[in-house]
């Protein structure tokens, strides 16, 4: 009895309290039961969730050494993934305790005067001491999520509300960091002054503050302005970890300026208190280069690096050591033994990206110096592959190796092509054997690339027994393999060491992709094989393999001819235009000149030779080539330019003139003031019939004379119209018109045309309706509930059509989990590309896709810069504008109907 008794009294105990802990009343027992409830039943559980993705992120983490490191390795996209789920927790318990823990309410005021504390107490905003860093826990977990907008509203809400608490510098100095997050430098200035104004700012905090405004200089690429904040912030952090990144950061930007002692003292500072074996394993190999920059002996510094190379510790570092002693070797003009060592350190990084990309980038340099441009292609490749695209010579290293893969692309055919004439002028008997002797080198090759693969299969399993690779077995991250981080690295590193860095994409284990079908995402019964073509051998250890290329034959012969040529001077132009290396541009002309007399480049080729000799200093010769171009080609631009120096400028004003009389032209007809166009197109015509504009103003001139005309006669205007600018897109137009007016056969018309005398002028109501929109009109139907196509005409021939078709790709993956879209992409004439999305089930579904995606910033700026229309169009009007191959056309229908 006494038992219930007890029972029933605690429970009435708790009842009171709960009633009396109401957030609705402020008293001192609400408030220590709200502050203690908060702090350690919510508060302190999402503190704890922050944390941990914090240091997950921390321990995970690994460092670009061949960079400069960067000052915050969270908030940004890479991290935001990796700690979603923890930040997410936080902000959970911060809102938790916001919603049910808060106290606005006023409490009671005591009777009499109020002390000053006590005026300060009853004018807080909030009563729960613990709602403030609530708000500041669900700021930050936002930031570490690249949330910024409700970051920075979490610490704006702390800076208005809680403004006479030691608060708000914390959220000043977290609002600094959002705006240079979202790039936002000016603002992040007005921040950093702000603090700097604050006399009470808390010391603790200004390490950090010092710390963010180097972020600040650094990404203004303000090397100067970061460092002495970087020694002042070393001097204040009272964290060892964070005080020897700082140390390492400074130490590389001393390297940058070439002040090596600094460099070196800063390194050393790092060996001695990094707590990273890597962090100061790479500390001790810049040392060694910054003393040996000094002068140190040469000798001392391969010792040492000769020392590290055998130290069992270093295994996973035998890259950066050999690059280092690579350094050194070059440093000390000995370039085969630092040719011998960057090769050394490329093939031992097997999962240090970064390594094996400056490696390489080392011997294409040093390859492109010799020159040898066919061994600097191979190294600057595998630089750009495993380079990251943040690096300061990422562009240049991209354009270079473009450069130079065109220029390996037509080195190889001029080989090839003269390999295969050799061989097939051999007498047979010679021949064959030649062919089984290649053939059992491919047999001895397989044999030797399956005893290496063995080989490197051992290596690689000694390699992670070395390493401790039970690591795979770690019980950090979840249960499942894509949770487990360090599984996850394990998997990354082993598909490193046998791959190499690659992109995300199809056929990646390819090496030439040039084979693999632009449109990867065609139906495979789509493309039918030709009935005539002949199906290639593919196994290289049979004669026919090495036979179905040889030029046996006078066509054959002629083509592979032809091939050569063209390659000859392609390799005159890049020579000349992309290397300024004169000698082998001058080289590939005169052999294609000699080689083949009769070709068709003459005038370009004589032209290329005269500058380049000129600017070599061989004037007898340049002056050989320029009376070749004016006795050979007296009336072409490149005579003129020879004659008159000022040819160029007197041709871009005359042109320049007449854009001017056609664009007067134009407005006339536009107007609608035909009389006039056609006297002033006559005129134009007259005085100019060579003019790039001609054809423009002729069309203008048929076209303004229409109604003038009969049918007959105006039918006879386009025809010849078309006979004298075939080239011309105008053309296409005119036998559109046609078309439109019942012409299909315009070589008969024109024919027949000629043959008849001049009829009696007929009515044709027809004829005032030769506006473009009313052509589009007759081409086009619009049926909305006919089965779309959303496109993207890509109007240049610079656009990467393949990374736009993979983005829009991506973009239906992400946003439509549901569907499944096909993108297909097609070539449409010389310069246009199409990309197309199908299928959409009417007009009004393809319209809203379209509204979606034109806002998506990673599509589109694939092609920024680049010329380009997007619209959605029927299947059936998608066969008329492939066969009409005028995409203006289509638009003006476009936009009248959509």
Known sequence: MKQIKR??????????????????????????????????????????????????????????????????????????????????????????????????????????????????????????????????????????????????????????????????????????????????????????????????????????????????????????????????????????????????????????????RKAAQMFEKVTKGSQSYEMSFNAKINMAECYGKLGGSYKDMKKLLTKMLRDDKNIDYLDQVYYALAEIEYENNKRDEAIKNYKLSSENSFSNNSQKAMSCMKLGNIYYEIPNYRLSQAYYDTCIMNLSNEHSRYDEIRSLSRNLNGLVTEMDIVETQDSLQHIASLPEKERNALIDKQIQAVIEQEQKERELEMQRQQNSMLFDQRRGSNQINAPSGGAWYFYNPATLSFGQNEFSKKWGKRKLEDHWRRSNKSIVQDDFYADQDSVAADSNTVARVNDNKSRSYYMQDLPLTDSLLALSNESIRDALFAMGEIYKRDFNDYDKSILAFESLDERFPKHGYKLPTYYSLYELYKETGKSDKANSYKQKVMNLFPDSHYAKLLKNPNYMQELAEMQRQQRLEYESLYDLYRANKFQEAEIKAQAFLKNNPESTYAPKVRFIQIITTALDVDQIKFKQNLAGFIQNYQEDPLSNRAMQILGYLGETDVDALIADLNSRPTPEIESAENDTTMSEEAIAESLYSFAPNETHLYVIATLE????????????????????????????????????????????????????????????????????????VQFVISESNFEILKKEKDIDLYLKFYRNNY
């Open 797 to 868: 021939e610079k656009a990467d059509t393949k990374k736009l078709q993979f983005e829009v790709n991506s973009f239906n993956i992400f946003t439509f989990n549901m569907r499944t879209f096909k993108v297909n992409t097609s070539l449409f004439s010389e310069n246009i590309s199409l990309i197309n999305v199908n299928p959409f089930k009417n007009s009004k579904q393809s319209s809203n896709y379209m509204n979606l995606i034109k806002n998506n910033q990673t599509v589109f700026e694939v092609i920024d810069g680049v010329d380009h």
């Open 7 to 260: 029972h029933i009294i605690g429970f009435l105990i708790i009842v009171i309290l709960a009633i009396s802990c109401s957030t609705e009343k402020n008293t001192f027992i609400s408030r220590t039961y709200h502050n203690i409830t908060a702090h350690y039943n919510v508060y302190f559980n999402g503190r704890e969730s922050y944390r941990k993705g914090i240091k997950r992120v921390e321990d995970q983490h690994s460092d670009d050494f061949t960079q400069l490191l960067p000052i915050y390795i969270l908030g940004n996209e890479e991290t935001a993934s990796a700690i979603s789920g923890d930040m997410d927790k936080a902000i959970r318990k911060a809102s938790k305790t916001i919603k049910y823990h808060s106290i606005k309410v006023k409490p009671k005021q005591k009777g009499g005067t109020l002390s000053k504390k006590d005026q300060e107490f009853m004018q807080k905003n909030e009563y729960n001491k613990w709602v403030d860093d609530s708000y500041l826990l669900m700021g930050k977990a936002y930031f570490m999520k690249t949330e910024f907008l409700p970051a920075r509203q979490n610490f704006e809400y702390i800076i208005r509300e809680f403004r006479n608490e030691d608060i708000k510098y914390d959220a000043m100095y977290w609002m600094a960091r959002t705006n240079l997050a979202t790039n936002n430098m000016k603002m992040t200035r007005e921040w950093l002054d702000q603090i700097s104004a604050e006399k009470d700012f808390p010391e603790e905090l200004q390490a950090d503050v010092d710390i963010l405004e180097a972020a600040y200089h650094l990404k203004l690429g303000e090397k100067d302005g970061a460092m002495p904040l970087l020694h002042k912030a070393i001097k204040e952090n009272k964290n060892k970890s964070e005080r020897t990144r700082h140390q390492y950061l400074l130490a590389q930007l001393y390297k940058e300026k070439n002040e090596y």
